[in-house]
């Protein structure tokens, strides 16, 4: 994040090459087959929207009602409706926590959001802030997109309640 405020940023010496690489190496990590399953059962019309999300939140081991509510900042809740596929019908505020937890990128998360019926908008605000957050900083864990959502005085994504008293 820091990147960005020219206060910030250092003039590093380095090789050209050596930064290609580091590079080359961070985008081969992307999980393609991971994609293409995803695309596969988003394009299914017998495939919920739930089953969509439960692949991907099984990949990344969120097994636990906690795991998810760390990583969207939802109510724990949530997670069991997910996993028992009782919730295609979210609104564009609990889905977009849950992309931005799955740190997913936008053109993955248009096409979860054409699954749920959803409609982000471009031109109006949230949707606006999302789209151009997702856009320029694809992967930033839900903090730093609320920080930015903070800073540009749209409310917050996740549950107001996180936790369960007990």
Known sequence: MLTFHPKYQA??????????SAFRDHILT??????????KR?????????QCLWYLMENRKWNYPETFNDRTGLHK?????????KYNNMGTEVLMAICVGLR?????V???????????????????????ILEH???LSLQDFNGILRQAGIKELGSTIKDDPD
Request: hydrophobic share 25%; with cysteine.
């Open 77 to 85: 809740n949530y997670h069991g409706k997910i996993k028992n596929d």
């Open 137 to 139: 900083m694809p992967g």
């Open 30 to 39: 992307y999980d393609e087959n991971e994609e293409i399953e995803l695309i």
């Open 42 to 50: 988003l394009g299914d019309p017998t495939t919920t929207l739930c």
């Open 110 to 132: 248009e096409k979860i959001f054409d699954k749920s019926g959803n409609k982000l908008n471009y031109y109006q605000d949230p949707d606006k802030t999302y789209i151009r």
């Open 11 to 20: 003039n590093f010496k380095y090789e050209e090459d050596d930064v290609y």
């Open 104 to 108: 997913l990128n936008l053109r993955i």
